[in-house]
């Protein structure tokens, strides 16, 4: 079989073209793997479950005898230990769990700063 010879530029701007489509599909289009939409979608779920989680949180912080004193502490920690502020205080410890919701608390400190 004898190939025509202006077939082999064309095969290799083909090739060519597929691969710079890919990149920029990967890099701006917006593509993604399917790792990367596992880790997307871990990441959702558990910024779903926090927030869910959250408004008893709040309530738990908010029915605190010393909550108006514990809000003006919440509001000097810096930005980056509030969350640890609130697991501290033991808000963001469900009923049934033995530990707290790291995340939960996170976002229960933003909640109460109206942030």
Known sequence: MVI?????PALWGAVAGA???????FKFGGWATAGQLEVIGAQRAKLAVATALSPFCVDKFNRDAGHVANLAALKKADSWMQ????????????????EANSDAA???AKTLLGV
């Open 4 to 8: 025509p010879v202006e077939t082999k």
């Open 19 to 25: 691969v710079a489509l890919a990149i920029l599909g």
């Open 83 to 98: 969350g640890d502020f609130i697991e501290k205080g033991g808000w963001a410890t469900l009923p049934g769990a033995k």
């Open 106 to 108: 996170g976002v229960c």
